[in-house]
């Protein structure tokens, strides 16, 4: 799916009644005693002498988050109806928060389907927020349906902030509008069926996203994996029939000053191996490749955002399988760059293709190693299933927690205590991939990956294992299925390295 198209629109009632909109969309506040209107509805409010406000409290608003109430117009404006939907309650001294905006402007989204034209004044607040967040609302998934049912909203003009200039504001348009493409491509990728998605179609996948967008592609197929030593993403792979992969996508943008790296775990199915998941939600499965498809959206939209870095995305991907080919609990991997891991669970695969990958990342020498996975069900123990858990390196670690975050993505620094290193201790190899025991197996993992990692180099991982697909019912901008964390979180941590440094 595309987004819709968007453009700009002055906020007056001269404007709005020249509009072509079906539908017009304000912002509620909820107030301790009734409802209010949020900044940018006040010409909507003047069509309805000052009464908008009283007359949708009369059909129930209240402005609670993410609350949905439509009035009609009556003629009061060319839209046939007014979409109110609520942002919740304002700081003390009325202050709207721009994830409040991009979560009620998903909700509006999802409720404009059907739509051929819509007005936002939810942009006044936060065009940003407004922008991401309607288009990612309004985001579905239908390929495979016979009856896709109504499709989304086709284009949604904006009301132009008050403060700022016309410029600002559409450059502003357009960078929001290229965030959320980028999450779109990861969407669509997580949702893609493994039968449709594996280790040799996701690469083609790659190589047409690079040549649209003027990057350098590179892939190993299994026999340039063997012969260059990638133990960890054959021995992953090696129980499918379709071979696994390696592939890199690289952006050089003008007057880089930068290098990141970016890795991200590529299982396109994880069965768990020899070591088999349990049957119940192991279709939820098929969403283990969540960290390549969100490296892959990145280095994308650098390239779009034409920042002024240098970013390599490094995918593995492998299926994970039981067949008599598979690798074995027992099994030791010679992984890349020398170092011996013995398997003592097959389905601690994602560890084993990462590694591989980080190691092969750090040959490029970079400045920074931003990598994501669904790594561990210990990150949805501990943090849920919307957190992120976020290791690596302590300041990048902080610094990138605290990014995703002010996105809205949402992300918590977690610590890499030294005394699990000694349960990672195998009798056979440098280290095992697992402990022995349950207890901290998201910190576990993270100081396995600590071990690929080059001496001296910040680094941050991202464990997304919960927040990367929703298999609840949508809220806000995030839908059912592949959500696309963290495509906006590592955006924002290259802008910010594009800044500072």
Known sequence: MTVPKFALIENT????????????????????????????????DETFDGSLAELLATVGASGKAEEVVKLPTLGKLPAAVVLAVGLGRADGDGTVTAEQVRRAAGAAGRALAGTARAVSTLSAVDLQAAVEGTALGAYTFTEYKSEPGDAPVAAVDFATPAEGTK???????????????????????????????????????ARKLA??????????????????????????????????????????????????????????????GISIKPAANMD???????GAAAVLASVVLAAKLKYPLEVTANIPLAENLPSGTSYRPGDVLSMYGGKTVEVLNTDAEGRLVLADAIVRAAEDDPDYLIETSTLTGAQMVALGNRTAG????????????????????????????????????????????????????????????????????????????GPSFNTGAPWGYTGKGGTGVPVRTIAAVLADIADQG
Do not use: C
Request: hydrophobic share 45%; net charge neutral; no cysteine.
């Open 167 to 205: 410029r600002a504001h559409t450059a502003t348009l357009k960078a929001a509008t290229a965030i959320a493409e980028a999450v779109i491509i990861a969407r669509d990728l997580i949702n893609t069926p493994p039968n449709d998605l594996f280790p040799a179609s996701f690469a083609e996948r």
């Open 390 to 465: 976020i290791m690596g390196s302590d300041e990048f670690r902080d610094r990138v927690a605290a990014i995703a975050q002010a996105t809205g993505e949402g992300g918590w620094p977690m610590p890499l205590p030294e005394e699990l290193r000694g349960d990672l201790d195998s009798r056979l190899a440098d280290l095992a991939n697992v402990t022995g025991h349950r207890w901290g197996g998201m910190l576990a993992a993270g100081i396995f990956l600590r071990e690929f990692v080059a001496e001296g180099l910040p680094w941050a991982h991202i464990d997304i294992a």
């Open 13 to 44: 009632g001269a404007a709005l009644g020249k509009s072509r909109a079906e539908v017009v969309v304000v912002g509620t506040l909820q107030g301790d005693k009734a409802v209010t209107l949020a900044p940018g509805a006040e010409a909507v």
């Open 211 to 272: 040549e649209a967008n003027d990057l350098d592609f590179e892939v190993l197929d299994e026999k340039q994996l063997k012969r260059k030593g990638f133990g960890g993403i054959l021995g992953v792979g090696g129980g499918s029939s379709r071979p696994p992969r390696l592939v890199r996508v690289s952006y050089k943008g003008p007057k880089a000053a930068k290098k990141v790296a970016l890795v991200g775990k590529g299982i396109t199915f994880d069965s768990g």
């Open 284 to 290: 939820h499965m098929t969403s283990d490749m969540s």
